[in-house]
């Protein structure tokens, strides 16, 4: 199994020097991926354009969406965003999509939520189209729960991406996706990527952490606390969550930073090196 660290671009407040700092250090390291979420309504980065910037400072780091928010992006528009980093990058983008959870989202741009799957899978039909010029094309993976997500990367992309929680709650739903991937008629396996948050040092650092998952992934209501108790804070935590994805099948797990400070990054770097 492959492990990423997440860019800090969706925590309020970070500057853009960091990130590419954060980047071009991530590369010097052992750290096989760079990913990037997706907020309309929320004080963060763009990630088409973060990743723009970052395959032009980079030149072996893989770069992720994980995911961006597939119904909110006009496809042509979409389409020529992720070939000009694939091309900037030499070949570098893996391009995961869901719908996204937050009506906020959808507000924010005025679009409806209805039909919003429809209109997934006519993006994924049409990038797929699109990047068949590219050598190679972006690896399409899809987010989501639901079977109807799971039956959408069976059916129109190379992979799915799931959204945290322990190590079991990933093999469930890979095992799933490959049951889906399978009664599609697709050959071999899927492609399979998850993903954690971490926050590592002392307490007050910690606690920043957890501040910032409480608000990130408020819109959850009660179950946002179930999420923030997720959050590995020590490297013994982060040591049993990489060896139990790995035991589960997971090919690529990204690691996603709460709090915006290199330090985190050298920390974690230590773990995974270890």
């Not at 694939?86 to 989202?105: C, E, F, K, V, Y």
Request: aromatic share 6%; charged share 25%.
């Amino acid at each position: 199994m492959q492990v990423g660290i997440g860019l800090p671009s969706s925590i309020p407040g970070t500057d853009a020097r960091i990130l590419l700092e954060w980047a071009q250090r991530a590369e010097a390291g052992p750290f096989a991926s760079l990913g990037v979420v997706d907020r309309m309504r929320y004080d963060s980065h763009e990630p088409m354009a973060l990743l723009s910037a970052v395959a032009a400072a980079t030149s072996r780091i893989g770069l992720v969406t994980m995911v961006v928010i597939g119904p909110l992006r006009r496809t042509p528009i979409f389409a020529r965003e992720a070939t000009t980093i694939q091309r900037i990058s030499q070949g570098r983008l893996t391009l995961g999509l869901a719908l996204g959870a937050r009506t906020d989202d959808y507000d924010a741009l005025g679009e409806h939520l209805e039909g919003r799957g429809r209109r997934l899978e006519e993006q994924l039909a049409d990038l797929r189209d699109d990047f068949e010029e590219l050598t190679p094309g972006p690896d399409l993976l899809v987010g989501g729960g639901s079977d109807t997500s799971l039956l959408r990367a069976a059916r129109l992309a190379d992979g799915y991406v799931h959204g945290g929680g322990p190590p079991r709650s990933f093999q469930r739903a890979a095992d799933r996706a490959t049951n889906a991937w399978t009664e599609s008629g697709r050959p071999g396996r899927p492609k399979l990527w998850a993903q954690g948050y971490f926050s590592l040092g002392d307490d007050a650092t910690i606690e920043r952490g957890r501040a910032y998952m409480q608000d990130y992934y408020a819109f959850t209501g009660p179950f946002v606390d179930k999420i923030t108790e997720g959050l590995l804070t020590t490297p013994q935590s982060i040591v049993q969550f990489v060896r139990g994805y790995a035991e589960a099948g997971c090919d690529h797990l990204v690691l996603l930073p709460a709090v915006a400070e290199l330090e985190q990054q050298d920390r974690l770097a230590s773990v995974v090196s270890s």
